[in-house]
């Protein structure tokens, strides 16, 4: 079977579909796939046991004609088309069904980013609200182009229910959760010996991890604080809000508690997690977390909004507490309970519970599973 892989972007480009990719394709391989890829990219980098094309982002109508041109003939090679993203310029005739992994709302980041709609406005509402002429292009394009597909993977069934609100038929949805590939180490140090290597002390301590983007809630952490004393705030990641939060933190006089880490290595996160008490995602829209499935991995329990597909991760009182978005007295009241001692402990000790869900050998063989469905093999 011939697999054509088209996307926005690959390894080695830090984001979810790029890191996917690179752990998925090699384990298709072995399924007797046969596998060439295509991704906008202005270098390469790593060796892959596959071919990889990448499209230089040039002005857009110069990268949108090169990755046309150079969707052509693989989508004639192929069995099967995998797409990554919606939006692709992937024209011409073709004879291979077409299948898209969607992890969001290209439609409603899109309108975020332009400015069409407010940063902070939530993707559920903006399911069913009225915009302008351009957010409303933009919907209709998405939900057209998703219709004309042969098949969707969604990693929620949160996602499951958006799309089919797009005009999608439930028949060509399959669920496939995320997963982690298996780890080669899990850090073995306690808490204390991982505080010790990143020069932590010894006060409670949140973690948060990701993009720097209105919709993640850092602002919202960061104002909690305020009212849950001595907690301290990690902050790992970088985007263009980043000085916006770090002069939030300093006129909430809560600055000397927030610490902003940059963008941390995949080598030192799960250090990070064991070190904190709490790895935190008070976001207005997740998909399926990585990041959560991370973090109970490693054996440290989260707080998260229960929002997107937050609460198919996190089992409140369980392995984690899910506070609803936005609301800070909750937020807050959730900070506080999270360190009634005893709290974390109990937490903790069941950090791997549902974790089974999530194996990354089942998400290999219902992927493979899936393209061969919807391929009619």
Known sequence: MKLFIASGIFHPEPGGPATYLHELLPELLQRDWEIRALSFGDAAGGSYPYPVTRIPRKSLPIRTFNYARAARPLLQWADVTYLHTLGLPLYGDHHAPRIVKIVGDLAWERAVRKGWIPPTENIDDFQIKRYGRLAEIGKANRAREAQSLDGVIVPSEYLKRMVM????????????YNALPP????????????RAALTLDDAPTILTVGRLLPWKGVDHLIAALVNVKQVRLLVAGDGDILPALQAQAVAAGVAERVMFLGRVSREQMPIYMRAADYVALYSGYEGLSHTLLESLRVGTPVIASQKGGNPEVVRHGVNGLLVPYVDMPLLTEA???????????????????????????????????????????
């Open 183 to 194: 780890a080669a180490t899990l850090p073995s140090m306690t808490q204390a010996e991982a």
């Open 165 to 176: 609100g797009w005009g999608v038929d439930e028949r060509r949805i399959r669920v496939i």
């Open 335 to 377: 900070l506080r309970d999270a360190f009634y001692p005893g709290t974390r402990e109990s937490l903790a000790a069941h950090s791997s519970v549902g974790m089974e869900r999530f194996t990354f050998a089942h998400m290999v063989e219902q992927t493979d599973e899936a393209l061969r469905t919807f391929a009619g093999r």
